[in-house]
C-alpha cells in the first residue's frame, strides 16, 4: 500500500499541478479573447466617434463655405456699391466747386458795383460797424448818415448778429 500512495501521490500532484496549469491557461486565453472583444469594442466605438467627428466637421466645412461664397458675393456688391458712392461724390464734388467759382465770381461783381458808387460804403461800413456791436449813435457819427437811415441799417443788420 505504501508503493500504491508512493505513486498515486505524485501523479495526484502532478494532476493537480496540471489541473492547475489548465485552469491558468484557460484564463489567460479567457482574459486574452475578453481583451480581444474589448479591443474590438473599443475599435468600433471610435470608429463610430470618428464618423461623428468627420460628419461634424464636413458640415463645418459646408457652413463655412457657404459663408464665404456668400461673403464673396457680398464683397462684389459692396465693390460695386462703392464705386458708385464714389462716383457720385466725385460728381457732387465737381458742382460743389462749380459752385463756390460762381459764389466767388458774384461776390466780386457785387463788390465792384459797391465800390462804383459811393454812397453805398457809408452804407457797408454801417453795416460792419452795426454788426461789431455799434450804437446807432455811433453808426450816425461815423458814417455821416441821417438818423432815418442809421435806423434802417441798424435795424437790418442788427437781426443778422
Known sequence: MNAIL?????????LAALAG??????????THNEQ?????LLRGIKSKQNEALEAA?????????AELKV??????E??????????????????HQKLLK?????ESAIREVAEQDPASKFYQRAAKLVRQ???????????????AEAELVFSLYRAET
Open 21 to 30: 496549469f489548465v485552469v491558468v491557461i484557460m484564463a489567460q486565453l479567457r
Open 71 to 76: 461673403g464673396a458675393q457680398s464683397r462684389d
Open 6 to 14: 508512493s505513486q498515486w501521490l505524485p501523479l495526484s500532484l502532478s
Open 36 to 40: 480581444k472583444e474589448l479591443l474590438k
Open 102 to 106: 460762381a459764389i466767388k465770381e458774384q
Open 133 to 147: 456791436g455799434a450804437s446807432l449813435e455811433e453808426v450816425m457819427e461815423a458814417c455821416e448818415l441821417p438818423r
Open 57 to 65: 466637421t464636413e458640415e463645418e466645412f459646408s457652413a463655412i463655405r
Open 78 to 95: 459692396l465693390q460695386e456699391q462703392l464705386n458708385e458712392l464714389s462716383d457720385k461724390y466725385t460728381g457732387l464734388l465737381a458742382s
